[in-house]
C-alpha cells in the first residue's frame, strides 16, 4: 500500500505541468534542506549502520508511565486537553517548568516568563522573527547545529562564527571580535550558544566562560540564545549551571525542550526570558499556529507533576553512557593516527576532525558503499568552509552496531588517508 503510493507520488513528480519555481517567494526561492533530514530519509529504510541522526533512541521513552497518564488525561483533563490553548501555553504545565528550572538549575524566576513552543526548532524560529533585521549581526559556534542556521537564515542575518575548544565557546576570541567590530562602529545583536554537550561539537563550556559572555553581554549590549536540549544527559563529571542561572539583566533566552528527556514526537518545548520579549514572540506565535499542540502539554505537565521527570533521567542516563564509552573505546582502538575527536560527557554526539585535505562530503558515498553513515560536518559550518570534520551520534544504534559501524568508518577513512 505505502509502496503503490510512494510510487504514485513519484510519477506525479516526474510529470511537472506547472513552472512551478515561478510561484515561490524570493524567501522561498533562497530556502535550503537541511542536509541532516535529507539524510535521515536516506539511511532509515537500509540497513546502513546510521550514526548520522540525531534520534533519540525509542528505548528511552517512558512508556509504562505514559500509558498510566495518557487514560487519566483524556478522563480528568478532556475538554482543556483537547480544546485550543493559549497561544503562551497551557498554565500548569508553564508553572511546573518554573519550579523546574528554579529548583534544577537554581534559575531565580521572579523576573522570568515562560513560553511553551511547538519544539525548540520553534522558539528558534520565532526567536529569528522577533530579533533579526537583515544584515544584524548574530554570533554563532563554529560548528554550531545547523538548522539553527536554518532558521536564523531565513531573516538574513550576518553570521560570524566563533570557533569551539574543549571548554566550548572561545569566549576569548569573541571578545576580540566585538572589539573588532566596535571599531568598525558594528554591534552584535544575537549571540546563539548551545553551552552543555554542544550539537554536534559535544564539548561543554566552562562556568568561568558562561560567566564571562554575560558580562561580555552586558559591555557590549547583546542578547544570549542559550539552546540547553542536553542539559540532562550528563554520564559523567560535575554538572554546570545554565548561562541563564546568573542572568541578572534579563538578556539570556532559554530554551529547553522535552524532546530528549521525554519523547520527541509530542513536539512540546519552551522558552524562558525576560517577560518583554517572552510577550513579542508570543505575538509572533500567534500567527503561526495559534498554541502548541495541547494535549501533549497536559501530558507532559501530568509527567513533572507526578515527579516522574526525577526518575526517569537517571534511567536516560543509565542507557546512553554505556553507548557513548562503547564509541569512545571503539574510536580509540580502530581510528588511525592524526584523526581526532571530543571526549563529551554526555549529550549525543561526538564531534571528529581528520586530517586536513580529507573532504568528509566527497567521502560520505563511500563510507555508505561500506555501511556506515555520519554527518558530514561542513553543514554545521555558518561559512561551510571547513571540509575535514564529521559528526557521530551514539544514542540511536546499538552497542555492536556502534562498534562495527566505527570499525567501517576507520577503514574509509584509512583509505582516503592513503589516497
Ligand atoms: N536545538 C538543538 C541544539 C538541537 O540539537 C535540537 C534537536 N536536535 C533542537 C534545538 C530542536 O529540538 P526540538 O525541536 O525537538 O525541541
Ligand atoms: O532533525 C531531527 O530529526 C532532529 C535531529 C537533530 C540533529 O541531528 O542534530
Not at 570557533?163 to 573588532?180: H, N, S
Not at 564509541?327 to 549529550?347: F, Q, S
Request: proline content about 6%.
Amino acid at each position: 500500500m505505502e509502496e503503490k503510493l510512494a510510487k504514485k507520488m513519484e510519477e506525479k513528480l516526474e510529470a511537472p505541468t506547472l513552472n512551478y519555481e515561478a510561484y515561490f517567494s524570493e524567501k522561498a526561492l533562497g530556502m535550503k534542506a537541511s542536509e541532516i533530514r535529507e539524510l535521515l530519509k536516506l539511511v532509515e529504510s537500509s540497513d546502513i549502520i546510521s550514526l548520522a541522526g540525531g534520534l533519540p533512541n525509542p528505548e528511552t521513552f517512558p512508556y509504562d508511565v505514559l500509558e498510566e497518564i495518557l487514560p487519566r488525561v483524556i478522563a480528568e483533563h478532556g475538554a482543556q486537553a483537547l480544546q485550543y490553548g493559549t497561544t503562551k501555553g497551557y498554565t500548569p504545565l508553564r508553572l511546573e517548568i518554573a519550579e523546574l528550572l528554579r529548583r534544577r538549575y537554581g534559575i531565580p524566576i521572579s523576573k522570568v516568563d515562560i513560553m511553551i513552543t511547538s519544539g525548540s526548532q520553534q522558539g528558534l524560529d520565532l526567536i529569528g522573527r522577533v530579533f533579526i533585521n537583515p544584515g544584524d549581526i548574530v554570533v554563532v559556534e563554529a560548528p554550531t547545529y545547523l538548522a539553527a542556521l536554518q532558521s536564523f537564515g531565513y531573516y538574513d542575518p550576518k553570521f560570524v562564527q566563533i570557533p569551539l575548544d574543549d571548554e566550548g565557546m572561545r569566549v576569548d576570541l569573541l571578545e576580540e571580535k566585538l572589539r573588532a567590530l566596535k571599531a568598525e562602529g558594528k554591534k552584535v545583536k544575537l549571540v546563539y550558544t548551545i553551552p552543555t554537550f554542544q550539537n554536534p561539537g559535544g564539548v561543554t563550556m566552562s562556568k568561568e566562560r558562561r560567566k564571562r559572555l554575560l558580562e561580555l553581554a552586558s559591555e557590549y549590549d547583546f542578547i544570549i540564545i542559550e539552546d540547553g536540549p542536553y542539559n540532562e544527559l550528563r554520564y559523567r563529571g560535575e554538572e554546570i549551571p545554565p548561562i541563564k542561572r546568573w542572568d541578572a539583566e534579563g538578556r539570556v533566552l532559554y530554551l529547553g525542550t522535552f524532546s530528549k528527556i521525554l519523547a520527541p514526537g509530542l513536539r512540546v518545548a519552551w522558552v524562558a526570558g525576560e517577560p518583554h520579549f517572552i510577550r513579542k514572540l508570543e505575538i509572533a506565535k500567534q500567527g503561526i499556529d495559534l498554541c502548541t499542540n495541547v494535549l501533549g502539554q497536559v501530558i507532559a505537565a501530568e509527567f513533572l507533576k507526578g515527579g516522574h521527570l526525577e526518575r526517569h533521567i537517571p534511567r536516560i542516563r543509565a542507557f546512553y553512557k554505556p553507548k557513548l564509552e562503547t564509541m569512545l573505546e571503539a574510536l580509540d582502538k580502530y581510528m588511525p593516527e592524526g584523526v581526532r575527536w571530543t571526549k563529551p560527557e554526555g549529550g549525543m554526539f561526538v564531534w571528529m576532525t581528520l586530517p586536513e585535505g580529507i573532504d568528509t562530503k566527497a567521502m560520505f558515498e563511500k563510507a555508505v558503499s561500506k555501511g556506515v553513515a555520519y554527518v558530514p560536518g561542513e553543514a554545521f559550518f555558518a561559512d561551510r568552509s571547513v571540509k575535514n570534520t564529521l559528526r557521530l551520534n551514539f544514542t540511536y544504534v546499538e552497542d555492536e552496531k556502534i562498534v562495527e559501524g566505527i570499525r567501517r568508518l576507520a577503514e574509509v577513512i584509512k583509505e582516503e588517508m592513503k589516497a
